[in-house]
DNA sequence: CTGCCCTTTCCTGGTT
DNA sequence: CAACCAGGAAAGGGCA
């Protein structure tokens, strides 16, 4: 049977725009200034970190997951990236950097997907793949992290639902001292280049926010830079050569956020996971828990929950009418008044669904006979063959879908 | 354990 | 011919 739902295995190469063309000139200023960001790249078979100890990458292979240092971490989720074809700029391995493997251990799938929306489950699963022989160690985890949570005062803020690491474990002596710079770099980046844009192009406060993350993804992702051809072990002062004026990845990464393409996806669902809360506190954890007891009778693990609120078919399709990631590149309003969209990237959009769903062999056949079956109750309703509207791809929502309409009401 | 719900998977046949 | 649409049937899997 083919695998129409593979996932993709190339880069896009995409194309800069000519208004981010002064990206370079900027970030040459930049290392002008702090002088980090030219260094010279090192054919070292090791890694030389901020603090200049040397990192095996290849570590991590003889370590238990739950001994991994954040190194570890990152030189993992590269084999993971390596192993996938999945170009490491696509993963938002800075989101991780900071990570050891036992805070990576008692992360939830959704603290996955919170901070890599795309290849969070896949990088969930594979963790849950390498821990499966050893159970023991999730228990303790566990119960170390109950007992951290009962403990502590909280520590959360605010609305994000951010993975909320206990605080003996942002104490960690392991913690990652390229992460601070990273920070201070990529702020003064954003403020720079706030200035900068806001003089041709007008940023939003969500594209605002994307830069940021995306100035961060890029620094971080630099990390990997040369890794992409493999994992043989590189030197991570490529950190800022990965920044180099010469470097598109910034300027393409700049340009897909702020015109998103149909092949960047990256930031797909913030949105929707960002309102949810149910994945938080003692759910959060019982999810934890769920993934590791619940097998099927074969053995293996079960796929994750297909009913858990806001995961609904429908609701996904919505929020990525609401999403500008997705809208109007994957899916976009025929008529919004009307509740009238259009698939526009119908195997991308059953892609991200089966994503969503942790099934990567969901295709838009698939997808949309599971549309189909809302004609029945209502959710959607067939599209009225008025002509203006395209024979094919085009959906109408009905009297028993909500919340789309608040595209309406912004409108009216 | 059971029944319901929401898909998922597979299929045949039709349409664009 | 590929892509899409329509809908039957059966099964998977979560949840109350």
């Avoid at 806001?198 to 940021?212: A, M, R, V, W």
């Avoid at 079960?302 to 609401?322: P, V, Y």
């Avoid at 526009?344 to 059953?350: G, T, W």
Wanted: hydrophobic letters at 35%.
């Amino acid at each position: 049977m083919p695998n129409t739902g593979s996932r993709p295995t190339t880069a896009p190469v995409l194309p800069l725009y000519p208004g981010l063309m002064c990206l370079p000139a900027l970030l040459n200023k930049l290392s002008g200034s702090q002088g980090i960001l030219r260094q010279p790249m090192s054919t070292a078979p090791y890694k030389p970190i901020p603090n200049n100890e040397k990192v095996d990458l290849a570590r991590f292979r003889v370590k238990d997951p739950v001994e991994w240092l954040v190194d570890d971490v990152v030189s993992w989720m590269l084999d993971v990236a390596k192993r996938h074809g999945i170009p490491f700029e696509e993963m938002n391995m800075h989101k991780f950097a900071n990570l050891t493997g036992q805070q990576l251990i008692a992360m939830s799938e959704q603290n996955f997907v919170d901070r890599d929306p795309i290849w969070g489950p896949l990088i969930y699963n594979e963790l849950r793949k390498n821990l499966a022989e050893d159970t023991s160690v999730i228990d303790e985890i566990m119960k170390k992290y109950n007992a951290d949570e009962d403990n502590a005062t909280t520590v959360s803020a605010g609305p994000s639902t951010s993975y909320d690491i206990p605080k003996t474990h942002l104490a960690a002596p392991t913690a990652s001292p390229i992460v601070p710079q990273f920070q201070s770099l990529s702020q003064s980046l954003n403020h720079t280049l706030n200035q900068t844009l806001n003089h041709g192009i007008q940023l939003s406060p969500n594209l605002s926010q994307n830069l940021q993350q995306t100035l961060n993804h890029s620094l971080a992702t630099s990390l990997a830079a040369g890794l992409s051809t493999g994992l043989s072990p590189v030197n991570l002062g490529i950190v800022h050569n990965g920044l180099s004026p010469g470097s598109p990845l910034v300027g393409a990464q700049l340009q897909s956020k702020i015109s998103p393409l149909p092949s960047d996806m990256t930031s797909y669902s913030t949105n929707a996971v960002a309102t949810r809360s149910e994945f938080e506190g003692s759910e959060e954890r019982r999810s934890i828990v769920d993934s590791k007891i619940r097998k099927c009778k074969d053995g293996k693990a079960r796929k994750r929950s297909q009913h858990t609120k806001g995961n609904k078919l429908w609701e996904f399709i919505r929020d990525a009418l609401k999403n500008p990631i997705t809208c109007p590149s994957v899916v976009r309003w025929e008529d919004p008044i009307e509740g009238v969209f259009r698939i526009v990237e119908s195997e991308k959009l059953a892609r991200l669904w089966g994503e969503r769903k942790n099934n990567t062999k969901m295709t838009y056949e698939k997808l949309s006979r599971a549309m189909r079956t809302y004609y029945e109750k209502q959710i959607l309703v067939p599209v009225p063959k008025t002509g203006l509207y395209p024979k094919k791809l085009v959906y109408k929502f009905g009297p028993s879908a909500h919340g789309w309409d608040s595209v309406k009401e912004e409108l009216l």
